[in-house]
């Protein structure tokens, strides 16, 4: 049975609950064992729950040499972080998967030889590029200079900053279709790139294959009125990636136009529909590139600041808008919650729009205002892939746990693992789910794990920033303790 996640919250009824919970856990007698493996999940809030156990044999003797049991964990029940990639679902694991963005982003501006990627990358035209949506008509905002243009200065946290002026007037039919085909946009964008860089440099698309390659890591950012816009590092690199050295025609300024001119000329097209005519959707006006440089100089930004910026946005989802951050079955389930006005038209509008638009699923992610795309995404050669980086965590642990085996097989007179061959160990193992999240006492303890554990890695961070050259604070090392 799943155990119920109970997020921590106000009032005497949940204190009570949470008291009666603690009482009960500490009265099991196994609270030190809980502690350590919810500080193993990182404070995860929404753990999953498995059962099971795992054997190690001396395959020609049948001797066990090692057996694990949840049989012996606190509720029989083994807990893992959940994954989730999202901060508001779940902050540590969120952080975790910061943490790798940050270091795969910044492994593509700085090179590093355990991902692949020399550090001559850092002499590659690189640049760092904003694509945004169009108008969908105005909203409140603050401008550079003077008001809004409904007359007032908006202060930042103004609950107003970022809906329409006028919302019947709004196109938000337009806006929900563009943020559903944002994805394809992009695909397009990266092929018209490397045309236009071709024509640029005197070369068929063909040929440019032979001299060049483009690479890039992106993330997706909502605004405040629930357009999705695109963050890029953009790099060109030798014919065969990283490693190979850019043509010399290969500039920052050739590749700062070639970005402009293809986000000017890329379109996606739709057909008329219901009620709504043919769209044609294209990025917005708003167009920037920026130089990244090894230290800023006021016109560029740095290598650190950049990664920094991507990690943030890639454990976001709607937020921004203050939008749901889970799946709704059928419209009637947004009364459950307090959205904003402008935030509900945009869910509604996704559901007004599913059986005109068949394949494109607007229904089943309303509650991303209509994207169903990925959130952070890089081209293969750019540089690691998230995948390794779990791995290479992975496989940490597993060396971890397969030297205190060996020393306690040592201890115990028992054969050397390291002298067994492989055919002469067996493996016999069963896993089975078992629920996931956290009672009200359990859900106490992993806040103040998780607490703990963000203070400290506050504090890694700024004595990294004080050795730190460029004076940039960036995330800790993608690890759990």
Known sequence: MTTPLMAPACGSEYERAVTLDLARLSARGDLPQLIHQLRRTGGCTNPIHLSGFRTLLHAPTGQVLHSYDTSTEPGH?????????????????????????????????VGDSTKGIPDTVRSHPRVFATLTAPSFGPVHNRPDHGPCRCGRQHA???????????AERYDYPHAVLWNNHAPELWRRFTIYLRRELAAASGLTRSEFADHAKVSFGKV???????????????????????????????????LDRAIRSAARRVFVPLEAAGDLPALVLRWGKQIDVRPI???????????????????KYATKSAEATES???????LRELDRY???????????????LDAWYPGRLLAHWSHMLGFRGHFSSKSPSYSTTLGALRQIRADFRAEQAHADLRERLLAEGLPDLDDLPDAETLVLAHWAYAGSGLTPGESLLAAGIAEQLAESRQLAREELANLNSEGDVFPCPPSRP
């Open 324 to 330: 749901i951050d889970r799946r709704i079955a059928e």
């Open 77 to 109: 029940r083994l807990r893992v972080a959940c994954g989730n990639r999202r901060a508001s679902r779940c902050p540590s694991c969120a952080r975790t998967y910061a943490g790798d963005t940050f270091h795969l982003i910044r492994a593509g501006l």
């Open 293 to 311: 440089k090894a230290f800023g100089d006021g016109s560029a930004i740095t290598e650190q600041a950049v990664a920094s910026y991507v990690a």
């Open 156 to 166: 930042q946290a103004d609950p107003l900053l970022g809906t329409p002026l006028d």
């Open 338 to 352: 307090d959205l904003p006005d402008h935030t509900r038209r945009l869910i509604e509008t996704c559901w007004e």
């Open 220 to 254: 997706a950012e909502y605004q405040r009125r629930g357009a999705v816009h695109f963050h890029a590092v953009i790099r060109i690199d030798g014919p065969d990636g990283a490693s190979t050295t850019p043509p010399t025609w290969a500039t920052v300024g050739l």
